[in-house]
């Protein structure tokens, strides 16, 4: 039980740190940025751009503010309800990167302008002519990457293998390599110690 705790905490910290640097940023942007005007970083590849989105992330599905405000709220309950299930540090940084990415852009949603709960979300981070995003987005896209390759691998929340459920998960989150049924006593050493006299054959 206490690597479940740590492993909470490690999803809390995850969290918070995405969700710090989100609001940092955001607030930067909007204090030194025009919207509309574009600073290059990387040529025509990265720049900064101001813009408040009234869609989901990467600039996309715009006039659905209120269903994706839905979707985070949700998204946020079943990331702390499942939180106590965690057997798998690399499940601990998906899952916090996904609770911090959503609740960053939830909170824009319920507290910035028009409304609440169809606030625009302020993005800032250009993508050549493709889009704009927010260090949220970086987090969500970054943690749906991994749930993905973990389900691919078939690691599980709690840290076991598909077709391992009975074993025990190891440090690393991979199933122990015990498979010796529940109650058996592990096997006795038969060799006789030195100096004893050997067991008389069996009739």
């Keep these: 039980m206490p690597r479940r705790r740590h492993l909470v905490v490690v999803l809390a910290v995850v969290a918070v740190t995405v969700l710090a640097l989100d609001q940092v940023t955001k607030a930067l942007a909007l204090a030194h940025l025009t919207e509309g005007e574009r600073t290059p970083l990387v040529g025509d590849l990265l720049g900064l751009q101001l813009m408040r989105n009234p869609g989901a992330a990467l600039s996309m599905a715009s006039g659905m503010t209120w269903v994706f405000t839905i979707a985070a709220v949700g998204v946020s309950i079943v ?3 499942v939180a106590d299930r965690l057997g798998s540090r690399a499940w601990a940084l998906a899952l916090g990167l996904l609770l911090g990415g959503a609740v960053g852009n939830l909170i ?4 910035r302008p028009p409304g609440f709960g169809v606030g625009h979300v302020v993005d800032f981070i250009a993508y050549g002519d493709w889009f704009i995003g927010n260090v949220a987005d970086i987090a969500i896209v970054a943690a749906a990457v991994l749930i993905v390759l973990l389900t691919m691998i078939g690691i599980g929340i709690d840290g076991r293998r598909a077709g391992t459920e009975g ?14 049924p529940e109650g058996a006593e592990p096997a006795q050493d038969t060799e006789p110690a030195e100096g004893a006299e050997p ?4 009739p």
């Design 79 to 81: 990331i702390i309800r």
């Design 108 to 111: 824009d949603r319920l507290v």
């Design 167 to 180: 074993a025990e998960p190891t440090e690393d989150g991979a199933p122990g390599s015990d498979t010796r």
């Design 199 to 202: 067991a008389p054959p069996t």
